[in-house]
């Protein structure tokens, strides 16, 4: 990756799209991405693992991906959608106890709704216990101003979005 005099900071998935790769096969992407000039990774959850509630495959495909990580920050993408609601409080726990720094909603993968405000609040209240080491991202079918601010009220510290503009109009709209 070419250096720039850019203030943009790059992020890199790793575990695309599924989470299914070995904890080792992630390491390395993210390990790759840093040293081709990501300074943030998000990496897939493994969602097999989780669904078959083999936590410790969980844990240590997290905890190794932010090892090789750091000083980097890891972003948890948890893929909501395909998550009943203890699956969901399980992947975001297991996320802030392996050292991640962000759960995230979605990678828009999976053609689902995207983030929702009773996701993205359970995500928060899930890892609240850190005292704001671990943060929320909402990702996937933003495309309102209203909707942004719904999430942000919900916990969200981030948004993903590709409604970038519309969102800056609503913004410009509503007087902010």
Not at 11 to 20: E, I, Y
Not at 51 to 65: C, L, R
Request: with cysteine; charged share 20%.
């Amino acid at each position: 990756m070419a250096q720039t005099n850019s203030n943009t900071l790059v992020c890199c998935v790793v575990g695309f799209p599924l989470g299914a790769g070995s904890p080792k096969a992630k390491s390395y992407e993210a390990t790759q991405a840093i040293a081709d000039g990501a300074r943030e990774i998000d990496m897939v959850i493994n969602l097999g693992a989780l669904k078959s509630s083999n936590f410790a495959v969980v844990y240590t495909d997290i905890h190794s991906t932010v090892q090789a990580c750091h000083p980097y920050p890891v972003k948890v993408i948890i893929e909501t959608s395909f998550l009943t609601t203890e699956e969901k409080i399980a992947a975001c726990y297991i996320a802030a106890e392996a050292g991640a720094a962000w759960v995230k909603t979605c990678t828009g993968f999976s053609g689902s709704g995207g983030a929702t405000k009773e996701d993205v609040d359970l995500m928060w209240r899930t890892v609240r216990y850190m005292g704001g080491r671990v943060k929320v991202k909402a990702s996937g079918g933003i495309r309102s101003f209203e909707k942004a601010k719904e999430l942000f009220k919900a916990g969200a510290e981030r948004l993903g979005t590709s409604s970038g503009p519309q969102l800056m109009h609503g913004l410009a709209t509503h007087g902010y």
